[in-house]
């Protein structure tokens, strides 16, 4: 058994059927309290301080041998070299240069099932399993998943669950918290604490659109402004909410590493449904997803917010500004 680093959402079922452990090194960079530390580390290790948050504190995560061994150590890490961050290669090769193995994974642009397929099949042989072992696992798989979305529904339908709650179950599914035993018990016993909760009582209903934030306080700030998320467009989809029996399909109707459209058409079918108020459309610095910020609003007719984020922290006074700002604008 092996202890798998992960960058971004990839097919986990792989990494569960091949008898390992997956790690998101996101989750483990933002939860941490070192993180701005971890930063910081990055780039006294030469990375520029024009490079994304996220991508220095994935550095900085395997690196720290301290730090890797506080959460059980990581063996090698499987890299998103396509359909994710355009500095995902330059990562692997500071990853390589550390001494760290490295297993590069590829969504194909134009979510060419054969290509999916053979991406997939290729990450089995590397880590030692099969189709069937795979299928076994997804089908159990799918149950946790299915129970994640009646968060999500609770969350727009019920309105009895927050937006940074709706935000953690969703994120968490990329590596189930490393433990799906305990991570479905977690998930069982929030659904019984929200079953008979009060209702939410916002003025405004907003969504969460592009990658998870980098800020630790973003969704309570906006809850005492009147408003909730309730709808996080990354997050869910992290969660896999379209179910279907073929695995591959599974991961071409995922809409994150097909590019911004397919993104937009998810997008547009949530803001009706969940009858959202406006959007935040979270762009962290650096990154060039913020380019595709132009073709959002040129295309999604709903008042959009969009904030930046550089370094993890609480959000800072000028965000805050804005944001309250957007809200009496809603209003």
């Known amino acids: ?61 395997m690196v720290n041998k301290e730090l890797n061994d506080s959460f059980g150590g990581i063996d090698k890490v499987i890299a998103v070299t396509q359909g994710d961050c355009s500095n995902t290669h330059a990562l692997m090769e500071t990853y390589q240069l550390a001494g760290i193995e490295t297993i590069p994974f590829a969504y194909p642009f134009d979510r060419d099932y054969d290509l999916l397929k053979l991406q997939m099949e290729k990450l089995m042989n590397v880590l030692g399993t099969n189709w069937e072992a795979v299928y076994n696992v997804k089908r159990e798989l799918d149950k946790l998943r299915l129970r994640v979305a009646e968060i999500d529904r609770r969350t727009w339908e019920d309105n009895t669950v927050s937006g940074f709650h709706n935000h953690l179950y969703q994120v968490s599914c990329s590596d189930f918290n490393s433990d799906t035993a305990a991570f479905t018990a977690d998930v069982e016993q929030f659904l019984q604490q929200t079953a008979e909760a009060a209702e939410y009582a916002d003025e405004l209903r907003l969504g969460f659109i592009g990658v998870p934030p980098i800020f630790t306080d973003l969704y309570p700030y906006m809850e005492t402004m009147g408003a909730r998320v309730v709808y996080n467009e990354v997050q869910r989809q992290f969660a896999m909410p379209y179910f279907t029996d073929d695995i591959v399909e599974q991961y071409r109707m995922y809409t994150y590493p097909y590019g911004v459209f397919n993104r937009i058409k998810d997008v547009e079918a949530e803001i009706e449904r969940r009858n959202l108020d406006g959007l935040i459309h979270y762009v962290q610095s650096f990154c060039f997803r913020q380019i595709e910020d132009m073709i959002l609003r040129e295309k999604l007719d709903i008042p959009i917010l969009t904030i930046e984020g550089d370094k993890p922290g609480k959000v800072d006074a000028r965000t805050k500004l804005r944001i309250e700002g957007f809200l009496e604008m809603l209003r």
């Open 1 to 61: 058994m092996a202890r798998i680093g992960i960058t971004t959402t990839v097919p986990v079922e792989i990494i569960l059927a091949a008898g390992h452990v997956p790690v998101d090194l996101n989750n483990i960079f933002i939860t941490s309290p070192e993180a701005g530390h971890m930063v910081e580390t990055a780039e006294e290790a030469g990375y520029p301080r024009n490079i994304c948050g996220w991508i220095k504190g994935l550095y900085a995560v």
